[in-house]
């Protein structure tokens, strides 16, 4: 189980910071990842992290902005210099394995998203 903690709006420029609480098997699996889905788009990839090694990856769109940690069983997506178009639900997810896919589909649990609204 993941469980998604933390949301709200801010204004461009701002700053927020999600938590996901990983339990259970979910808190075995070695990946854990952000994804977020604004209004009529596909869901994308964010950034992820790995347990074992703390390797991290992240899409360019938000490289430089956005930061993803883990500690224990929280991960956290410390967001920066929010834009507009950061506007969306975002959700967090685990998989196991090594590989920090950004595909949503190999990813086997799921929290239920928690909305970010950036205004100008």
């Known amino acids: 189980q993941v469980q998604l903690v933390e949301s709200g709006v801010v204004q461009a420029g701002g700053s927020l910071r999600l938590a996901c609480e990983a339990s259970?098997?979910?808190?075995?699996?070695?990946?854990l990842a952000w994804f977020r889905q604004a209004p009529g788009k596909e869901r994308q990839f964010v950034a992820a992290t790995r347990q074992n090694d703390n390797i991290t990856n992240s899409a360019d769109s938000v490289r430089g902005r956005f930061t993803v940690s883990r500690l224990n069983n929280v991960m956290y997506l410390q967001m920066d210099s929010l834009k507009l178009e950061d506007t969306a639900d975002y959700f967090c997810?685990?998989?196991?394995?090594?590989?920090?896919?950004?595909?949503?589909?190999?990813?086997?649990?799921w929290g239920k998203g928690t909305q970010v609204t950036v205004s100008s």
């Open positions: 997810a685990a998989k196991g394995g090594p590989i920090l896919t950004t595909r949503p589909h190999e990813y086997n649990y």
């Open positions: 259970g098997r979910a808190f075995s699996h070695n990946v």
